[in-house]
């Protein structure tokens, strides 16, 4: 028997004139829209993109220096491509150090004295379990994050030096250019209360020693030096005199 119920459905979208009455007396929901797909974008073509100072800023290292030849006809960008890489590889040489690094004797001649020549290396010769020696190594320590462009190495004195005098702990050596240029026997040689900022201004009486990799000459790394050696002292005036203010 056949099914006299069957619908006729027409393409997606499209109506019949009985519809469309029934529609109008509220017999039928409206019409959905017909669907319509999204419209058609290609995908950027990365030699499209404008080639500017902020297309230089995204790129690493290594995609600077593949690009070189894509620049010869812009002056302007070669020039600051060039400029990008010097700052990327000036940041690498800065980061470098940061901390104070153990080295072994047989590593001395290697981290040492064939350090670069424009590095400044500050080692310490220590041992463990004497205080002296573990109230410089802090010092150093921050010293190091400071002044990361400066490298720091600890070594144990008698690994750098057989039979070097207990006495003597502990002990710093300033290297340049593969020579020694200063040494300090002893905490004292550091002012009666070894700080941060005491061990740097002793470190840059006579040489340019810390570099923190910014400031651009040894002269404004000395001047902030000194400034943070005077802002030490006044505020442990300071704390002096409230606690005697406290007390009484």
């Known amino acids: 028997m ?28 409206p019409k959905p829209p017909a669907f319509k797909p999204d419209p058609f974008e290609p995908a950027p073509d990365p030699d499209s993109v404008p080639k500017d100072k902020s297309w230089i800023d995204e790129k690493t290292e290594e995609e600077l220096e593949e690009i070189e030849d894509d620049l010869d006809d812009d ?7 060039k400029k990008r890489l010097a700052e990327m590889r000036e940041a690498v040489k800065i980061s470098k150090y940061g901390s104070v690094i153990p080295i072994s004797g047989s590593d001395f001649i290697r981290e040492v004295s064939q350090a670069p020549q424009d590095v400044w290396v500050v080692v310490i010769l220590y ?23 400066t490298k720091f190495v600890k070594i ?3 690994d750098c030096i057989p039979n070097y005098p207990d006495r003597n702990l502990p002990t710093l050596l300033v290297y340049n250019n593969g020579a020694v240029k200063a040494n300090y026997v002893g905490l004292h040689s550091f002012g009666r209360r070894c700080t941060p900022e ?51």
Do not use: M
């Open 127 to 149: 041992k463990e379990g004497f205080p002296e020696c573990g109230l410089l190594l802090q010092c150093l320590e921050e010293l190091a994050v400071k002044y990361p462009a």
């Open 156 to 158: 144990i004195s008698t």
């Open 75 to 81: 002056r302007f960008l070669e020039e600051y491509r």
């Open 2 to 29: 056949a099914d006299y119920h069957f619908v006729y459905k027409d393409v997606e979208g499209a109506s019949t004139q009985w519809d469309d009455i029934q529609r109008k007396l509220g017999n039928l929901p």
């Open 198 to 248: 005491g061990v740097a201004l002793v470190l840059c009486q006579s040489d340019p020693v810390l570099n923190d990799g910014q400031s651009g000459s040894s002269a404004s790394v000395l001047e902030g030096v000194r400034k943070r050696f005077i802002e030490k002292v006044v505020t442990e005036h300071e704390d002096h005199d409230d606690d005697g203010s406290s007390s009484d």
